[in-house]
Each structure stands twice: as C-alpha cells, then as structure tokens.
C-alpha cells in the first residue's frame, strides 16, 4: 500500500512542487494571502478562492484528460458549457423543477459527447476536426436556446449550485471534488484506465486486441460532454444567468493547458486526473497572484505561453535523448554502489 | 475526372448553385457592389486562409493567426503614434517580426518534434499576450497616409469597387496558387503533407520546409494584421478573436484535406466566398439571426468532413480492387 502512495506521490510531485512555489511566492509578497477563516460556517480566503475560481477548469480538465489519453482532443467543451447554461436557464425559468432542469441539461451534455464520439470513432475523422464542428456550431446553437439574449433566472436551487456552501466548502469546490474522485475511482479500480490508454498507446493494437474501442472511445467523449455540462450549470449558477456569447469562451484551451501541465502527454497513453487537476489549480493559482500583484491581468497570457513551451521542452522527445547521458551516469553508479556493497 | 479534383469541383458546385438561390430570391446580391464588398469584408480572412492553407496542406495547424492580427494592428497603431515612422517602413518592421514568430514556431515544432497544435497555442496566447502589454485600449489610426490608402479603388461597371485591400487579396491568393504549384517549396509542402516519413525518403528537406511553412504563415497574418488596421483604421488587442477558426473551416470548406497532402490554394478562395455569401444572405434576409450563421457553417463543415471520408474510402477500394 505505502509503495503504491509513493510512486502515486512521485506521480504528481513536480506539480506539487510548481503549486507549493507559486503559492509561496505569492504569500511572501501578501502576507494575508493563506490566511483561512470561517464564517457563517463557511471557509473564506484567497486558497479558497483559488479553488472556487478554478471549477470549471478543474471539470473540464477531468473529462480532457481521459479523451487525450486516448490521443483524441475535445475543442468543443467550452461550446458545450454555453449550450448546456442556455439549456439550463431556459428549463428553469419555463417553470420545470430543479431536478428535471439538472437531468436534461447533463444529457444535452452527454449528448453532445456522444455526437463528438461517434464522429471519432464510427466516421474515424480526427479529432481536432471532429470537435472543431461542434465549436463552431454550438455557440449557434447556445443563442438559438436563449434566442440571443442573456437569459437569468433566479432559483435559489439553481444559484445555490453556484454560490452555495456545503461542510464549509463552496458548493463548485464540492462538486469537482466529488466528481473527479468518482471519476478516478471509476477508471483506476476497473480496467477501464488501461484500457483507455491502451487506445491511445496504439487504437488498431488494442482494437486487434479485443479492446471494444469504438465504444471505450465514444464513452471518453461523453464523460468530456458530461464534465462540460457540469461546468456549464456551475458557470450558469455563478452569474445566475446563461450567457452563450461568453459563457466557456476559449476554457477549452485552457483545460488541455492544464492537462498539459499535468504532465499528460497530448501524445496519447499514460493519464493522470489527480495531475490534470492540480494543473488547473496551478493555472488558477497563477492567475489569481497576477490578480494580486497588481500586474493588469492580460500578463496572464504571456506567462501561460512561458509555461506551454517550458512543458514542451520537457516532454520532447528530442530533450530527453540529448539530456539522458546525464540521467544514465547517475543510475550506473548507484548500481555499482550496492555492488560494492 | 481525377478523384483529387472531387472535393474541390464539390465546393465550387455548392458555391454555384447557394449563388444560384440567393440571386432567385434577392437578385441584386449579383450587383458588382455586393461582390465587391464581399472581396473587401473579407479580405484580411481571406490573406490568413493562404497561410492556413499551406500549414494544412502540410499536415499541420496554426492557431495564432488570430493573435497575430490583433498584435500586428495594436503594434502599427502604437508606432504610427508615438513615433513619426512612416506607415511602409511600419509595415515592413511588422511584416519581419510576425514571419519570425512564425519561423520560431515552424523550428520549435520540427526541432522539439512536439504537435503544431499545441505549439501555435503557446504562440496564440504569446502573441495576444504581446498585444496587450502594447495597449489595452483601441487606439485609432489617423495618419493621412492610411486615408489615401483607404482612397484607392479600381470601380467595376454597375458602381461596385475593388478595394486596395479587396485585390491585395485577389493577388495573395494567385501568388498562394503559383507557389503551390508552380515551386520546389509548394511540392515539398504537398510532400510532407502526404507523410513525413516518406517525404523525408524522397530527399525533401523537412527542416527547412517545415520552418518556411509556419514562417510563411506569420508573413500571411502579419498581412492580414495590416489589411484589418486599414479596414478598421484602429488597432485594438481583443480584435480578431477566432479568425483562425474562420480561415481553418474555408480551408476545409474549401475541399482541402485536414491530414494533409492534398487541396487546393484556389479552394480556399472558393471556400471563403461561399462563408461570405451566407453572412451577405443573412444580412439581405433581415429576419434571421446573425447565429444561423455560425449553425450554417458548422453544417458545412461536417458534410465536407463527410464528403472527404467519403472520397478516401473509395479511392481505398478502387486501389483496392485495381
């Protein structure tokens, strides 16, 4: 069991270590920064926050990872969130109960997956340009539910989803929580994780295999649908409105970020989501410093284009040939030492 | 006929024939102002296309199209403001930076072999990012200069125009098609589109290509950077947003093939014209929403996806059977 935590821990490490620096760079210039306190029963501070902020990356960067570990890649996701905020505010202020507004909105969701899924899997057409139509469409398809205006609403259900608090934590907080754990525990207890990423690793090796891929596949998209539709409602409940202009714009680029930088390689294979989601928060944790300091926030930009070529750099395969004469050394001598002993 | 020629003789149909239905219903969208507008609407689209063309010709993808409109009119406005350079040598200086930052792309790409995809995200959000450090605001453009640029036009019989930028366009476009098919360079870029593997085994210099590729994409958006400052006489960093989707689904619109290897320059014209004539149709129309638009065009996409499939599946066969 300790073993199995510890190649876990060596797993996420570097983000680990990326979350901590950032974290501390910014408390030592605001002291105020990690400071945690509890009001109203509920935990307010900037860690909070960061977290809070972060909800719709951190979900959309769930559902991202399993699609990229199948070497695929969801662009539509973010025009999933407007379509399923404009599905859910216009259920519910057409007078249908929370319950039905939540149950149609997450099968628009996952319906939008299964048409991304069939695309990729039955038509075979890549997945760049499988998920491009749906980009494309779905803010369409978003203005034609709200018929082009921002439709608000006030259910205190439906806003509860957004603002809420429940066991001291934000409701949003809460429900990626949840939702990434059943996730993780869903593809690491069964087979399904490897299986997944046996497709990625080689889609005809696996099919040959017996791997029922075209199904596995279609299941990929439709979790991203469904993470898509989670955070469409959250995002919706947060403004208490859906906004089908603005609603997700660009998140999805900012979900395979985060996927990227935890250490998930667009390449296809070995996923991590515990990694996709501290990546998320990294990205969040950075934003909010530059908040913070005062910088105007279009700095963001810049440094999450310094992250992606840093990332790349790591990851190429070009880097590690020519740096691993320094990695080999290091493993001989530590062999020749337990030799000698 | 030849099967390379399907899908563009299909994009040229659906062309006619959407003309065709327009022109029943509202005939004077055949005006020669319609067409002329629709040349200048869309000429900065237009010259991002070329470049896009290419890089998919090759297999790849370049996201920062976008950005680097908006980077290369935030950068002229800034310039012709605060200095007293003259608008060609600014043109010039922009014109040198963007071909860079494409070039430094097409080498991070072939030399970390990492995906285009991911690469030209990093140079999106770098060169949006570069935009807003210069200015926030949307800066105006007044030199006198932009005004007579602005002033020049070749008029069509029936009052329509070509603008400066409308045939600056037309001539990207028949300088795309020469170098596609007349130059080393374009047959090398068809070549690495068809695999780069194979291309490499038939002596095409994938370093240099792939490294002209995206440079020449820079070169095309720094274009097309400038021919929107003229077209908006501002420049303003959260302008063109999306543009690279645009040029991306003209290309594929435009019958060219999004694994590479095969399409052509004069499709995307095609392509572009025919997203043209549904936004001048909806604006003729009046009633429909501006939405429709995006809805249309994303169906366009997947038939032409669709299409494509289709034509690979039957060339397969008949090798195949032959």
Redesign the interface.
Known sequence: MTSILRTYLARLLPQLIALAAILIAISMTFPGFLNLEIQNGRLYGSLIDILNRGAPVVLLAIGMTVVIATKG?DLSVGAVMAICGAVAASFITSGHSLLETLFVTIAVGILCGVWNGI?VAV????P???T??????????A??VTE?AILTFNDPGLIFIGSGSFAGLPMPVVVWLVFGILVALLVRQSALGMLIEAIGVNRQASTLSGVLTPVLLIAAYMLSGLSAAIAGIIAAADIRGAD?NNAGLWLE?DA??AV?VGGTS??GGRFSIAASVLGAIIIQAINTGILLSGF?P????????AI??FI??L?????RTAFAFLAVPRRAAKTTEQEAK | MKQKYLPLTATILIFVLSYALCAAQYPNILSTRVIGNLLTDNAFLGIAAVGMTFVILSGG?DLSVGSIIAFTGVFLAVVLEHTSMHPLVAFALVLAITTLFGALMGV?IH?????A???T??????A???A??LS?DSIPIKHPFYATLKGLYYKLPGGGRITLIGGLMLLVFAVGILIAHRTRFGTNVYALGGGTATAKLMGVPVASTTVKIYAFSGLLAGLSGIVFSLYTSAGY?LAAVGVE?DA??AV?IGGTL??GGSGFVAGTLVGLFIQGLIQTYITFDGSL?S?????L???L??AF??LQ?GIIHLSRDARQRA
């Open positions: 890649i695309l038509l075979d057409i890549q760049i340009i499988a491009l139509v749906l980009m494309v469409a779905g803010r369409g398809i203005q034609l082009g089908a680029l395979i970020l990227v667009l390449l105007p279009e700095f963001n930009l810049i440094i999450k284009a992606i070529v790349l750099v990851q190429s395969p070009r880097f | 993808i991070i030399y970390l072999e990492m995906p995809f991911i690469v995200l990093a140079g999106m959000f770098l949006r990012g570069m807003f450090v926030i960093s989707l991306i689904t594929v999004l694994t929403s939405w429709w638009t995006k809805i065009i994303g169906a996409l997947f996806i669709l499939k």
